[in-house]
């Protein structure tokens, strides 16, 4: 093996490569086209943006943006763009929510905000934010532009809507859905049919729907696994929404039924500034006894077969198999 370390991959990475495959060629331009994007002359801009593409995650959005633009077999090659601008634009957003939170990493990183400062991160985002349009103009597609402009905005409502809201514990499960919505869904809906406009669009309709009903799936089981992922230090549920004040579904799903003593935990909880890892502890074993967890399971898993009933009409193919299959993925690593 030339002396390399081999390290054994899991399955669920595993599932990722294969949904990947059929795009993997086109998925590393769509690499090289947001580095060309986000290239500038000014030191400072260069220096966090090669912070932040190192930060990029498994590329999910432009993998399922590349997919659908398969659908009918000819892709666009202003696909790779749309694509890149996608991630860019959800880079940005995460840019954003981590000055907003003073988050400190980032998928193992120092955030932008940690590293630079809050001033650097807000304008970076912007930045991101300018030169995503500014390669979606270039395009020349009223439509493309109509999409990915109406997302920029339900991005930053989210963003502004849970700002906005002065009684964290009165959020209602509508509210959280129209968050979610906004903040995670909006984004993988646009992925797709934005993808399947650079294929033939005539499936643009189908896979907006599923774009959206697999995002609201997606942030729900992201809540979930707040709930019940170990901490790699502590070995207990990592509980950062609940240290963020955050209400999402499961505690939304079980707080009109918890007991007077149950109540009153859980809002000492949210009227302390830095909770500890007990008082996290012992909400999120409130949620779980109560059922919150299974409640959002079971409205995750109804979103997921939504996201799987879009796929009916489409052309069965590789590209058809893999977004099927990404539903499987998205379920699967986080539960």
Same mark, same amino acid.
Not at 13 to 26: C, K
Not at 150 to 161: A, D, F, I, N, Y
Not at 232 to 248: F, W
């Given at each position: $093996?030339?002396?390399?370390?081999?390290? /054994? #991959?899991?399955?669920?990475?595993?599932?990722?490569?294969?949904?990947?495959?059929?795009? +993997? &060629? #086109?998925?590393?331009?769509?690499?090289? &086209?947001?580095?060309?994007?986000?290239?500038?002359?000014?030191?400072?801009?260069?220096?966090? /943006?090669?912070?932040?593409?190192?930060?990029?995650?498994?590329?999910? #959005?432009?993998?399922?943006? *590349?997919?659908?633009? &398969?659908? !009918?077999?000819?892709?666009?090659? %202003?696909?790779?763009?749309?694509?890149?601008?996608?991630?860019?634009?959800?880079?940005?957003?995460?840019? =954003?929510?981590?000055?907003?939170? =003073?988050?400190?990493?980032?998928?193992?990183?120092?955030?932008?905000?940690?590293?630079?400062?809050?001033?650097?991160?807000?304008?970076?985002?912007?930045?991101?934010?300018?030169?995503? *349009?500014?390669?979606?103009?270039?395009?020349?597609?009223?439509?493309?532009?109509?999409?990915?402009?109406?997302?920029?905005?339900?991005?930053?409502?989210?963003? $502004?809507?849970?700002?906005?809201?002065?009684?964290?514990?009165?959020?209602?499960?509508?509210?959280?859905?129209?968050?979610?919505?906004?903040?995670?869904?909006?984004?993988?809906?646009?992925?797709?049919?934005?993808?399947?406009?650079?294929?033939?669009? +005539?499936?643009? &309709?189908?896979?907006?729907?599923?774009? !959206?009903?697999?995002?609201?799936?997606?942030?729900?089981?992201?809540?979930?696994?707040?709930?019940?992922?170990?901490?790699?230090?502590?070995?207990?549920?990592?509980?950062?929404?609940?240290?963020?004040?955050?209400?999402?579904?499961?505690?939304?799903?079980?707080?009109?039924?918890?007991?007077?003593?149950?109540?009153?935990?859980? !809002? %000492?909880?949210?009227?302390?500034?830095?909770?500890?890892?007990?008082?996290?502890?012992?909400?999120?074993?409130?949620?779980?006894?109560?059922?919150?967890?299974?409640?959002? %399971?079971? +409205?995750?898993?109804?979103?997921?077969?939504?996201?799987?009933?879009?796929?009916?009409?489409?052309?069965?193919?590789?590209?058809?198999?893999?977004?099927?299959?990404?539903?499987?993925?998205? $379920?699967? #690593?986080?539960?």
């Amino acid at each position: $093996m030339n002396g390399a370390t081999v390290r /054994s #991959r899991t399955p669920l990475t595993e599932a990722l490569r294969d949904i990947q495959a059929p795009v +993997r &060629e #086109r998925l590393e331009l769509v690499v090289t &086209e947001m580095q060309a994007i986000v290239s500038s002359e000014l030191p400072m801009i260069e220096s966090v /943006s090669g912070h932040l593409l190192q930060m990029r995650g498994k590329m999910f #959005r432009p993998t399922l943006g *590349l997919l659908a633009s &398969e659908i !009918e077999g000819a892709p666009e090659a %202003r696909a790779i763009t749309v694509a890149a601008v996608i991630e860019l634009m959800h880079l940005a957003s995460l840019v =954003h929510d981590d000055s907003v939170d =003073h988050s400190v990493l980032r998928r193992g990183l120092p955030t932008v905000n940690s590293l630079f400062s809050h001033q650097v991160s807000v304008i970076m985002g912007d930045f991101l934010y300018a030169r995503a *349009l500014s390669a979606l103009v270039a395009l020349g597609d009223l439509e493309l532009l109509r999409i990915v402009t109406r997302v920029s905005g339900e991005l930053t409502m989210g963003e $502004m809507q849970q700002l906005a809201a002065v009684d964290t514990l009165s959020f209602t499960e509508q509210g959280y859905y129209d968050l979610i919505r906004a903040k995670t869904a909006s984004l993988l809906s646009a992925a797709c049919e934005t993808g399947a406009l650079c294929g033939g669009a +005539r499936h643009s &309709e189908a896979l907006r729907l599923y774009g !959206e009903r697999l995002g609201m799936a997606f942030q729900i089981a992201d809540d979930i696994l707040d709930y019940t992922e170990d901490s790699t230090t502590t070995g207990k549920p990592s509980g950062l929404d609940l240290k963020e004040h955050k209400v999402t579904l499961p505690l939304i799903a079980v707080l009109p039924s918890l007991r007077v003593a149950q109540r009153e935990q859980v !809002e %000492r909880l949210f009227a302390t500034e830095s909770p500890d890892d007990q008082q996290v502890a012992d909400v999120v074993a409130i949620v779980t006894d109560a059922g919150g967890i299974d409640v959002a %399971r079971r +409205r995750g898993e109804q979103f997921a077969q939504e996201a799987e009933e879009a796929l009916d009409g489409i052309p069965d193919g590789p590209a058809r198999a893999a977004l099927a299959d990404a539903i499987a993925y998205v $379920m699967e #690593r986080r539960w």
